[in-house]
């Protein structure tokens, strides 16, 4: 990005709170141009439920930096501010400040990422509240590492290699899968036994693995604390079936649909449960109506039936979850 400003002249100019509003929007400018790019990375990898209800992925990278750029009654922008205050080794280069922009745009996307996919997606975030259960039941903990998530041993977990990455999870052996209780000890004993890697497990990543082999075997493990299972069509049935008696007491017994229109949501949210199960909603919520419509445009869909379409949806994912719950 090319500009007069020096990005530690910038980061000065707002600790000491005398900057400018081109120096911020600079700043702003900079911090997308990662956010961006860190996002479009990651979004290859991890779910398309991340363009799901019609967002594109300029809006979800600017979404993820926003807090970066909270201020306070003072104008103070306090976690840039803070951020800058308490880096080590401390501040003094072009080079370090960028460096330092980078990582702490990488970590807001990573956090952004995994809440935006915990609010999509019930299984994600049913898989996460289990994962997170194991990292406190054996005392590993939770460690930010170039920008992202890490499952560590320890708190004094050193970078002494490459870390594993996503490609490297969804290529692990899936037998280190079968007992729930004992993922990451297979996993960091598979690190340690069969890689020069650093034992370090990227936690979206994980939830996103374990995600693919538990929907493949239509069954998900109810906590990491026994052996119950969910029986997954059983889950996403249910759910579907209370979402369409709300669609009928809601819309179609008040006229507000018709019988042929709700046959088509009906259709439409059957695929949407089998891509949520497989891997993901495709990009667009809309589209999937459209699918059975295919002569109503989308400025018709947003008059029509959009809120409608997303309310059914939120219902839908809602019931899943206390389903999961339960």
Request: net charge neutral; glycine share 2%; proline share 3%.
């Amino acid at each position: 990005m090319k500009s007069t400003y020096s990005v530690y002249g910038v980061l000065t100019s707002i600790y000491e709170n005398r900057y400018s509003r081109s120096e911020v929007n600079y700043l702003i400018d900079l911090s997308y141009s990662y956010s961006y790019a860190y996002l479009k990375y990651r979004y290859k990898n991890l779910n398309k439920v991340l363009l799901a209800e019609d967002v594109n992925l300029q809006e979800l990278a600017i979404d993820a930096i926003a807090p970066l750029f909270e201020r306070d009654e003072t104008g103070t922008f306090i976690k840039l501010s803070k951020a800058f205050n308490e880096w080590q080794p401390k501040i003094e280069s072009d080079q370090q400040a960028a460096f330092f922009i980078n990582r702490i745009v990488a970590k807001s996307v990573e956090k952004f990422t995994a809440e935006l996919l915990r609010q999509s997606d019930p299984f994600f975030s049913k898989i996460l509240d289990s994962i997170n259960y194991l990292i406190e039941k054996h005392n590993y903990k939770k460690k930010n590492l170039i920008g992202a998530t890490y499952i560590v041993e320890s708190e004094s977990e050193k970078k002494i290699g490459s870390l594993p990455d996503i490609k490297f999870i969804n290529e692990l052996p899936i037998e280190l899968f079968e007992n729930n209780n004992e993922i990451l000890k297979q996993i960091f004993n598979y690190i340690k036994a069969n890689t020069d890697s650093t034992p370090a497990i990227p936690l979206n990543a994980l939830v996103m693995k374990i995600k693919q082999i538990k929907m493949s075997s239509f069954n998900l493990s109810q906590s990491a604390t026994n052996g119950n299972e969910i029986e997954i069509e059983s889950v996403v049935n249910k759910a579907l079936e209370i979402t369409f008696v709300k669609m009928y007491e809601s819309y179609l017994s008040k006229n507000k649909i018709d019988e042929n229109e709700a046959d088509k949501f009906r259709e439409a949210f059957r695929n949407i449960i089998i891509d949520l199960r497989d891997g993901g909603i495709r990009p667009g919520l809309h589209k999937y109506l459209l699918e059975q419509m295919p002569e109503l445009t989308f400025e018709n869909y947003e008059k029509r039936y959009q809120n409608i379409f997303e309310y059914l949806f939120k219902i839908l994912k809602k019931e899943i979850i206390n389903q999961l719950n339960n």
